[in-house]
Each structure stands twice: as structure tokens, then as C-alpha cells.
């Protein structure tokens, strides 16, 4: 009986996605090409739900969460995601004109543009560790382009996303914004949209790809993985350890960004130790507030812990940074770590963490680390610390990632005239600013055809006149 009643349920959810599509593509038919004071509307409703709502999605946050600094969700989602929608506001009229291009020597009385056109109804799956900044972030450039969206977040988000869901429902018709509560992944992702953003992991991310396949639908997919951090001889230790350490264990270190491994000289290392030992306890006094974010689940919680015990099994040295607290089951709070001597035989060198646990790995030569960062799956993020310009453009030049931060780390996400997105294993496609724009846009080719066409000279029957022009042209080097 209770299986029939589910059933039920998730059929009528099924039912409801399929409904909104429908509604959505329909609606896409009869308006194809917004103009830019309707998206410019829009943007602006969505930047009053986020501004007018701000402290009611903190909330809600916290209780998907257990705890989080309410402060971090303000940083890191609600202005990050506000900014983006600004800076989208402003250059839109510059993105919609239709690009010039030049044209061939045989049409050249002709003429030839590119014009962005919006692609129709884009799908949106985002994850819980940034639920709100990794859905109206790509958001923000589906609307800009003139698009649809429909919407899918995690279950771990459930607060969030019906507080989102009505916000949304009130402010947008279902035509042009949905977002769905409790629809099923696979209900998602098979409809057949006209391009698909998903954030996740690897795993998830080839279900998502495989389904987008069977409808060619176009997909953007930003995975994550292990982003290397790289500390150079020239760098300030101190210096380095602030910075590091702030974006490690930003929302406990659940951050498809977040540094996953530190390469640092070895004559550093234990200045680097001393340095996070000083530094932690001085940030988080007592991680059982909710200054320090919980982990997200039971199972993350304790694949993190099974993480340590596997690394200090094999001969690390794991060290806490805060040695006062310790760990706490019930609210699902791992202190700060630092894991010594890795190897690659670890599970902490070899999946994503995800957590609050820094592995630390020495290097003798400059070239042996870029080496062992190019040996590894290509990476989302990848932080450069070092004063010499020789030195940044030898990395940034010899290495490959999603995309790089000097001096800091994840900075680079923040930054809304940079594209944003993986490569390889860590993702495809990007969003942010106008690339952004462009992704979820098809740049259409418009060629006018001039009035008086030469092309006419080439019509047959061809004689030997056809022949000594295509010589004349070929040769020719204008």
C-alpha cells in the first residue's frame, strides 16, 4: 500500500516535470528571442528574490546543512550570486548585438553576421555543498541569453529549494522559471532539453551525459576534483598558510574548488605546519558552533573518517589543527586536519575529499611537482603561490586546469569576466559573464547575399573560362 502511494507520487512528480517542459517549449515556440528589456527584467527579479530573501535562504542553508555561518552563505553565495546578475545587467546590451564577420572573396559585396540566439529550455541540476550561487549562477546566463530554465536540486537542499520554489513561483510564470522539488534525477535529466548544466561529481556527471545522449542534448558539466595548490621557494610560508587554509576550510572544505592537496618545498613543510597550528585555532576556537559548517550527511561523514583511518593505517601523520576539539558524531563536525607524509596508495591522494583535511606533499624541484600535478586527472582549480613572473607563466604554461589562481585560491570563480569551467575529468563547457552567455546561446551565421553575385559567372555547363578563374583565384594571395 505504501509503495503504491509512492509510486504514486513520484509519477505525478514525473508527470509534473514533463508538464513544465511542455509548457516551456510551447512557450519558447510562440517568443523565441526576448528582447533585452524583458531579460533585463528578469535578471532584476531574480536579483529581488535573492537581496529581499537573503537571511530566510541562510536559514534554510543552515537547516540542510545542521550548521553553517550564516556569514559564509552571505560571502560566498548571496553576493557572489547578486554580483553576477549585476555585472550580466550591465554588458547584456553588448553581448546581444550581432557580431560582423568578415566575407569570402567571392561574396564580398555580401554580408555576414553572427547572431546570439537563445537555444530554448535549459535544464539546471545543482548540488548541495553551493546550492544556492551553483543554481542562479548558471541561471544568471540562461536568462541573459534568453533562455527558459528549469530547475533541480539536491535532495540534500530541501529546505532551500522550496523556499526557492515558491519565491520563484511568485515572482515567475512556469513558463519562464520552475523550479521542482522533489523530482527524480532521472526524471530530470531524460527530458530533452536544449542544453543541460550540471554540477557534481564524475559519477553522476557520465549518468548525466549518457541521458543527455539519447535526446543530443548539449550538456555543461562542472565535476570538481583534486585541485592542487602549489607553494614556490620564493613564497612567503605565513602568507601562504592564511590563504590557503581560509579557502580549505571554507564550509568544511566542501568545495568542488577547495585546495585538495598542497605541494610545498620540503625545507617548508614544517614551517607550513607551524603556521596552521597557529592560525586555525585563532579562526575556529570551538568548531561545535556553528561558525564551523557540519558535514552534509552521515555517509560523507563517515567516508571522511574511514579517510583518516586509511591514511594513518598507511604511515601518515595526521595532525589537528585545533587540538582542543575533537569529534563530534552527533552534529557531524571534523575538526581541521593536516595528513603528513601521503602517498598515492591513500584514499586522500587518490578521490576528492571534500572535507576538512589538507594532505600535504613535499617536492625537491619545481619540475618534479608540475610532473606530478600533469600525471593526475586534470583539475578544476589549480593555485599557484610564488612573486616571480617566470615562475607563474613556466606552471601556468607547462600545466592544464579548469582554471588558475595567483597568490590565493578559488578566487578565480569570483571574477565574472572569466569563464568558469573543468576540463577532462573535472568537467566540459563553462559558465560566468559572456562566455557564459555563449554557452547556453547558439551563435547563428547569417549570410545576405549581395545583389549582383559573381558566383553567377560558375553556373555550368563549365567551359575553359571556369577553369582558368578557379586558377587565377586559387592562386591568388590577397
Known amino acids: 500500500m505504501a509503495q503504491t502511494a509512492q509510486h504514486r507520487r513520484f509519477t505525478t512528480i514525473e ?26 527584467a528578469n535578471l532584476r527579479k531574480l536579483d529581488r528574490i535573492l537581496v529581499e530573501n537573503r537571511h530566510a535562504i541562510a536559514d534554510a542553508i543552515t537547516a540542510d546543512f545542521g550548521h553553517r555561518a550564516v556569514e559564509e552563505t ?3 553565495e548571496v553576493f557572489t550570486s547578486v554580483d553576477g546578475i549585476r555585472d550580466a545587467i550591465k554588458r547584456l546590451a553588448g553581448w546581444m548585438e550581432p ?10 559585396t555580401g554580408g555576414n553576421r553572427v547572431i546570439p540566439m537563445p537555444k530554448g529550455v535549459v535544464g539546471i541540476v545543482s548540488p548541495w555543498n553551493y546550492p544556492l550561487f551553483l543554481a542562479m549562477s548558471p541561471l544568471t546566463s540562461v536568462l541573459a541569453a534568453g533562455n527558459r530554465a528549469m530547475i533541480k536540486m539536491a535532495s540534500s537542499s530541501q529546505h532551500l529549494c522550496r523556499l526557492l520554489a515558491d519565491k520563484f513561483r511568485a515572482a515567475f510564470p512556469e513558463e519562464m522559471v520552475a523550479i521542482l522539488p522533489g523530482v527524480r534525477a532521472q526524471d530530470f535529466s531524460t527530458l530533452p532539453f536544449d542544453h543541460l548544466i550540471f554540477t557534481g561529481s564524475a559519477d553522476a556527471g557520465r549518468n548525466v551525459m549518457r541521458a543527455a545522449a539519447e535526446n543530443l542534448t548539449p550538456v555543461t558539466l562542472e565535476l570538481g576534483g583534486k585541485s592542487p595548490t602549489l607553494i614556490c621557494d620564493d613564497y612567503d610560508v605565513e602568507e601562504a598558510a592564511s590563504r590557503i587554509l581560509y579557502a580549505k576550510f571554507l564550509n568544511a572544505g566542501q568545495t568542488c574548488l577547495a585546495p585538495d592537496y598542497l605541494l610545498i618545498p620540503e625545507a617548508k613543510r614544517d614551517a607550513f605546519v607551524a603556521a596552521a597550528k597557529r592560525i586555525m585555532p585563532t579562526r575556529y576556537p570551538d568548531p561545535s558552533t556553528a561558525q564551523y559548517t557540519s558535514v552534509i550527511d552521515d555517509k560523507s561523514y563517515r567516508r571522511l573518517r574511514a579517510t583518516l583511518d586509511d591514511a594513518k593505517a598507511k604511515g601518515a601523520e595526521v595532525v589537528p ?4 576539539a575533537g569529534f563530534d558524531d552527533g552534529l557531524r563536525k571534523i575538526p581541521p586536519h593536516l595528513v603528513l607524509d601521503v602517498t598515492d596508495e591513500m584514499k586522500v591522494m587518490q578521490e576528492e575529499i571534500f572535507g576538512p583535511i589538507l594532505p600535504v606533499k613535499t617536492y625537491r624541484t619545481l619540475d618534479e611537482a608540475i610532473a606530478y600535478v ?3 586527472d586534470r583539475p578544476l582549480g589549480f593555485y599557484v603561490f610564488t612573486n616571480h613572473k617566470q615562475t607563474e607563466d613556466k606552471v601556468v604554461y607547462a600545466t592544464i586546469s579548469g582554471g588558475v589562481t595567483i597568490n590565493n585560491c578559488m578566487l578565480h570563480v569570483a571574477q565574472h569576466d572569466l569563464p568558469f569551467g573543468g576540463i577532462g ?13 555563449l554557452e547556453v546561446s547558439k551563435l547563428r551565421p547569417v549570410f545576405t547575399n549581395p545583389r549582383l553575385s559573381i558566383l553567377e559567372m560558375f553556373y555550368p555547363p563549365y567551359k575553359q573560362r571556369h577553369r582558368a578563374i578557379l586558377n587565377f583565384l586559387i592562386k591568388h594571395k590577397p
Open 74 to 76: 552571505l560571502i560566498a
Open 321 to 324: 589543527l585545533i587540538p582542543s
Open 99 to 108: 557580431q560582423k564577420r568578415h566575407v569570402s572573396i567571392l561574396f564580398a
Open 425 to 437: 575529468a573535472s568537467g566540459m563547457g563553462q559558465y560566468h559573464g559572456h562566455e557564459g552567455f
Open 374 to 376: 600533469n600525471a593526475k
Open 15 to 40: 508527470n509534473d516535470a514533463q508538464r513544465v517542459f511542455q509548457l516551456q517549449r510551447d512557450a519558447y515556440a510562440l517568443h523565441p528571442y526576448p528582447s533585452h528589456d524583458e531579460r533585463v
